[in-house]
């Protein structure tokens, strides 16, 4: 038994990271060439789709040369079965000069990656899952760098990182395809891309707070301690702040307004915290609250019944930052702050524009929770995930650097 033990500390030594991936593209492959060819060092088997015969591996990167069939640029690796918590990372080494550029996992050999993806526009990043491309990413705009998709149980986790370390772009819950194959997908554009990899170690970002209220009715008590996709997460303490809320049928719901409003929170320690809920509403409004300081300092992410708003409330006094004519369908709102830059989603639908808000007061408050203006509004599945401004997703650097 020791010397089995040996055997395989030899093997698999303490800090050498194991990979269901790796490619560092450090072959020389001529365009047409490139199909069934291995990954280097490995592990890993090149499939590439590239009818126009643009696509080779020179000077350490993967290169695409244009072409002219659309997302037809492709190199994809052998299958995986969806894990939470299955890590891609990969890097762009070039400014995308056309179309569109998309990382992550498809549920094909064939086509664009449409399962769960960080894309590129320009500029700008987008994120997918299934059919509805997002450009969710505006501040900080980056042509290249690293990226990092994150499997979820459904959906999945989409960073980048920059000059400050890892941001969470977004995340959603989409598409649980199961069966799913890593990619880099090119629509007609001339770039290139240094490595990709799949670590065999599994890693998921932790909530800042999580709830999905699936407990006895009565007092808020405390959130949950376990995220969306079984990681582990603190606990936070509900407060009611403006009027009471409760758990009732396992969702939040408002029991009582004080002057019209009921408003509770959790302290998570965080500022830029991207908040989400999902929303039923019976009437006024209903959505959440961040960066609360007081009854009368605060942000909240609403709907009305007509308009989806994002609302800041300055010493009591409110102004409309965001408002769109939106149904609520489904109810899924969501807001990410960047300091003082802010985007409103409902239903994984960007709300207007990136909006601004610099009040000071409004920079501090790292408290947020639900907003109701009506008893028979709910609120479920409430979400707080850290943007990343102050390292909290530094575990992916260990893939990566």
């Not at 194959?181 to 932790?206: F, K, M, N, Q, V």
Request: glycine letters at 10%; a neutral charge; one cysteine or more.
């Amino acid at each position: 038994m020791r010397r089995m033990i040996r055997n395989l500390a030899v093997l698999f030594p303490r800090g050498v990271i194991r990979w269901l991936l790796r490619d560092e593209f450090s072959d020389t492959r001529a365009a047409g060439a490139v199909d069934g060819t291995p990954a280097t060092p490995g592990p890993g088997t090149r499939t590439v789709q590239d009818p126009d015969g643009v696509v080779s591996i020179s000077g350490g990167n993967y290169v695409s040369a244009g072409g002219s069939t659309v997302f037809a640029q492709n190199i994809y690796y052998p299958a995986i079965t969806r894990v939470a918590g299955t890590v891609l990372v990969a890097i762009k080494t070039s400014t995308l000069t056309a179309g569109r550029d998309r990382i992550g996992f498809h549920g094909a050999e064939s086509g664009c990656a449409a399962s769960t993806f960080v894309g590129f526009y320009g500029s700008d990043f987008s994120v997918d899952a299934v059919a509805a491309e997002l450009n969710v990413q505006a501040t900080p705009a980056t042509a290249t760098g690293i990226v990092a998709v994150v499997l979820g149980t459904a959906g999945g986790y989409h960073f980048c990182h920059t000059s400050g370390g890892w941001l969470l772009i977004y995340s959603n819950r989409r598409d649980a395809t199961a069966t799913l194959y890593p990619c880099i997908t090119l629509d007609r554009s001339l770039e290139t891309h240094g490595w990709i990899r799949i670590p065999a170690e599994r890693w998921l970002p932790t909530p800042a707070a999580f709830d999905s209220f699936s407990r006895a009715d009565g007092a808020l008590g405390v959130s949950e301690i376990w995220g969306p996709d079984n990681q582990t997460v603190t606990a936070r303490v509900w407060n009611n702040r403006v009027g009471t809320t409760l758990v009732a049928t396992t969702a939040a719901q408002a029991s009582a307004l004080v002057g019209g409003i009921a408003i509770a929170t959790v302290n998570t320690g965080t500022v830029n915290a991207i908040t989400g809920a999902t929303l039923t509403r019976a009437g006024n409004e209903v959505g959440v609250v961040l960066r609360y300081v007081n009854a009368d300092n605060y942000i909240r992410a609403i709907h009305d019944g007509t308009n989806c708003k994002l609302v800041k409330r300055v010493a009591a006094a409110e102004t409309d930052v965001i408002s769109a004519v939106v149904a609520l369908g489904a109810g899924a709102i969501r807001v990410i702050p960047d300091g003082t830059a802010f985007r409103l989603f409902l239903n994984d639908a960007a709300v207007g524009v990136v909006s601004t808000i610099n009040d000071a007061v409004l920079q501090t408050g790292t408290e947020q929770g639900l907003f109701s203006t009506n008893v028979g509004n709910t609120q479920d599945r409430f979400l707080v995930m850290a943007r990343g401004s102050n390292g909290e997703y530094a575990a992916l650097n260990k893939w990566s650097f």
